[in-house]
């Protein structure tokens, strides 16, 4: 067998740091009529024993087909993202933005351009080149993706990345972040490396609570390092970010998670208890998938993505439904599979508790031990 090339690094010094066995795609949603089984791949986390990227292992081309709805949680934490940066004084105050973009969609264009960035002509750089929307992980070569992008900003320009954190993952147990077409997680120390390969220096960094934790970091050359983003740099590395034994551990949160879950809907199915769920997310998948979860335990899960709706969770039986039907069905109990959704979905749809139903955290089952 051919060693495994770091996607960033080219190094072949690394190892398999997490293995999930044949996973459904996590975007593909087949038709409720559709023939079973559906397709299902290799998953595994391959971690570089040089520059410490995190990266899928394979190249596997798997069907996708992304038809989100982005959430109002996303929505919100760009215009605190852009708000922090204005106070902050890491945006200038006129210029050029260019936008790399995700394949999950949403724009911080039109919240730049409320600050006085205007979009740049495609053949010139531009003064703020910003990969805000999780595009970066999409990149199978994560080298050349780095590359476009610091060719895209101007001489002394600003280039801003977002990604969710390895960090974030690994203090809460996320493994159903891994997915199928997000080639690569990212954390504070390997993002500074990464971006210092490319001729600039990440200089600040913004922290917030999506996802569990997202960073936000800006890097443009011959910066100095603000003190703020070194005490974040060690505080990932003591989370065990560059460590293959922490991540590694990580896997043993697969099988104990999924047990909880199956075992809470058991438990719920003896109770009487009518169990849905809410959110056709791309992290649902594993999760269901792994924990053996069938529509005998769980009825349907229902998604804001007109899209999705009519189909079923990939691996698995489960109907996708309409928000309005989730109402109507009138369910004991709803599983949130995006706790980052509870304050939209809970004002959106004041009936699922006024009609005694409550919403629980597909997160925090995983957690816990079963009460």
Not at 46 to 63: F, H, K, N, R, T
Request: charged share 20%; net charge negative; hydrophobic share 45%.
């Amino acid at each position: 067998m051919n060693p495994h090339i770091c996607r960033f690094c080219r190094s072949t010094r690394g190892s398999v740091v997490m293995d999930l066995g044949s996973q459904p795609p996590s975007e593909l949603f087949p038709r409720l009529d559709a023939p079973e089984p559906d397709p299902v791949f290799p998953l595994q986390l391959w971690m570089c024993g040089e520059c410490g990227l995190a990266q899928l292992a394979d190249d596997i081309d798997v069907p996708e087909d992304p038809q989100g709805v982005q959430p109002d949680a996303l929505t919100r934490q760009a215009t605190d993202a852009v708000a922090r940066m204005v106070t902050s004084e890491v945006l200038p105050t006129e210029g050029t933005v260019a936008e790399f973009p995700s394949p999950h969609g949403g724009s911080w264009l039109p919240l730049l351009a409320d600050n006085g960035l205007v979009p740049a002509d495609p053949s010139e750089p531009a003064d703020v080149v910003i990969d805000c929307c999780f595009g970066l992980m999409h990149a199978r070569d994560q080298a050349a993706a780095m590359r476009e992008r610091a060719a895209a900003v101007v001489p002394g320009g600003l280039l801003l990345v977002q990604f969710q954190s390895l960090a974030s993952i690994l203090e809460h147990g996320e493994w159903n972040a891994v997915r199928h077409g997000h080639f690569a997680y990212y954390s504070v120390p390997v993002m500074r490396t990464m971006m210092a390969e490319v001729g600039l220096t990440a200089f600040t960094a913004f922290w917030f609570p999506l996802y569990g934790g997202t960073v936000l970091m800006a890097a443009r050359t011959g910066a100095e390092p603000a003190e703020h983003l070194e005490t974040l740099t060690k505080q990932e590395i003591a989370t065990g970010v560059l460590d293959p034994a922490a991540v590694t551990a990580l896997g043993d949160v697969v099988r104990i998670g999924g047990s909880r879950l199956n075992d809470w809907l058991v438990a719920e199915q003896r109770r009487g208890r009518r169990v849905y769920g809410y959110s056709a997310a791309s992290r649902s998948v594993p999760l269901l998938h792994s924990a053996g979860v069938r529509k005998d335990l769980l009825a349907a899960v229902a998604d804001a993505s007109v899209a999705k709706q009519g189909s079923r969770i990939p691996g698995s039986d489960i109907p996708v439904i309409a928000p309005r039907d989730l109402v109507e069905a009138e369910p004991d109990s709803v599983l949130l599979f995006v706790p980052d959704l509870l304050e939209e979905v809970r004002k959106a749809m004041p009936a699922i508790e006024s009609s005694g139903g409550r919403w629980v955290s597909a997160d925090e089952i995983q957690e816990r031990q079963l009460s």
